[in-house]
């Protein structure tokens, strides 16, 4: 069984869960629906037995690559409540891949204004991050 961990959505009673599911987009492409099928996945919400719902495209930004996969959903026998199933490698709500978000935090966190720090995202994006992170409380290593 592989691990998963699962994130409450802010607007909805439905509920994330994040877990492998390839290493990078073509990973998840090719190999996603075996990932899953190799899941015990249960409801995050009662514990019941989760089936197969339905998908929607999501768009990623990888770097200067925007991506289209496809998103899988669950839905709980027993509650009725459905989960969206999404990769490790990318965050939730957010359309750039975690790596990427990861590294220009770091970069701002060590000290290098938004302006000046190379990514995709448009400089009041990366702002936005930062204060979200901030909000949030999160410590990154280096301060």
Same mark, same amino acid.
Request: include cysteine; aromatic fraction near 8%.
């Given at each position: 069984?592989?691990? $998963? ?27 996603? *629906? ?6 015990? *996945? ?7 037995? #989760?089936?197969? $719902? ?5 768009? #990623? ?25 999404? +990769?490790?490698?990318?965050? +939730?709500?957010? $359309? ?8 220009? *935090? ?33 410590? *990154?290593?280096?301060?």
């Amino acid at each position: 069984m592989l691990p $998963h961990l699962t994130t409450q959505s802010p607007n909805t009673k439905s509920i994330m869960i994040i877990t492998y599911l390839g290493r990078n987009v073509k990973d998840y492409e090719r190999n996603f *629906l075996k990932y899953l099928d190799e899941l015990d *996945l249960i409801c995050p919400e009662c514990g019941g037995e #989760v089936v197969y $719902h339905a998908n929607y495209e999501r768009h #990623v930004h990888i770097d200067e690559t925007v991506e289209y996969i496809t998103i899988q959903r669950v839905i709980c026998k027993g509650c009725g409540i459905t989960h969206t199933v999404i +990769p490790d490698f990318i965050r +939730p709500y957010k $359309h750039y891949s975690a790596c990427d978000c990861e590294m220009i *935090l770091r970069d701002m966190n060590n000290g290098i204004p938004a302006e000046h720090v190379e990514a995709a995202a448009s400089v009041s994006t990366l702002r936005r991050w930062m204060a979200e992170f901030q909000e949030k409380g999160v410590k *990154l290593p280096g301060r």
